[in-house]
Structure formats: structure tokens, C-alpha cells
């Protein structure tokens, strides 16, 4: 069973501060209309591991201009032209798997297999879900609800 997701590369050492909660604010120098589940590929340069692997899904909330008051969530300074991408919402950290990355937002289709939540790092009720034994169902749950019609399996989320 097939699962088609957004995601986009982010070099490291950002890759591993968004999958860690710490960076919030994803800087690009253009803007997307996209809005949703982002899977977070690490780009393969630098070399920082793990390299070219998918880490986790963040959420996109909001694309904006961005403000000298974004430079901690962003981790980086603020400069003219530059797009402040907003993740919010659930953070899912994944059992990294390789991914081909690509410039701009991309798709991938992968197995669900691959699809390994590790953690929700960040989101409602992370807590109870991350002691539960139901953190990849909650996990598809999510994902169903936030996704395009078609791209998950119907029998792993459930009627709409």
C-alpha cells in the first residue's frame, strides 16, 4: 500500500533542529501555497548524518515574509527577501528511510512500511500518545485527515 507525500530538503545541521522541535521557522527565498503535512528530508550536502533520509513530518501552517522576531524559532539571522516558513501542529519523528530529494517542494510514494513514527515530538495530546502502543495509528489518523483524498490507502484511515 502506497502513500504520497510533500516534503522538501533541509541541509543540515536545520534538518536535525526541526526534527528535534528546536527550529520552527524553515527560511527559503520563495513561497509556496502549499499548506499541510511536510515530510523533512535531509539534504545529502553537507555530509551530516543522516544524510539524504527522510526524518520526520512537520506541519506547513503559513508562509510569510520573514521578521527579525523569527530569527530563534528560525535559528538563523534575518535577511532581505527572506520567506519564513511556519511549522506548527504535530511533529512526527520518523524511523529515518533514503529518499532521493529534489529542489522545491516534491512528492515521494512510498510503502507505508516505510512510514515509522518514532515520536510525536510536538502536538496535542503528544504525551499520552507517545506512551501509548498507538503512536502509527494516531500517526495515519492524523495524516488522513490532512492529506489530499487518494493519498492514503482507504483501509488505513477510514472513512472520511
Known sequence: MK???????????WANRIVS???TIEVRNWRTSY???LLIVSSKKPP???????????????CR??????EFAAQCPCERGDVAWVLDGPL????????????GIFEIERDAG???????IRGEASQSINRSS????SMFEWLGRHLPAGSLPQHIVGRR
Open 48 to 62: 551530516i548524518p543522516p544524510a539524504g533520509y527522510a526524518l520526520a513530518i512537520a506541519t506547513l501552517i503559513m
Open 65 to 70: 515574509d520573514m521578521t527579525p522576531g523569527d
Open 3 to 13: 502513500i504520497r507525500l510533500k516534503a522538501v530538503s533541509v541541509m543540515q545541521p
Open 92 to 103: 512526527w519523528r520518523l524511523k529515518p528511510f533514503p529518499v532521493t530529494g529534489a529542489l
Open 21 to 23: 522541535g528546536r527550529k
Open 114 to 120: 516505510y512510514l515509522w513514527p518514532t515520536a510525536l
Open 134 to 137: 498507538g503512536l502509527r495509528s
Open 35 to 37: 499548506r499541510g503535512p
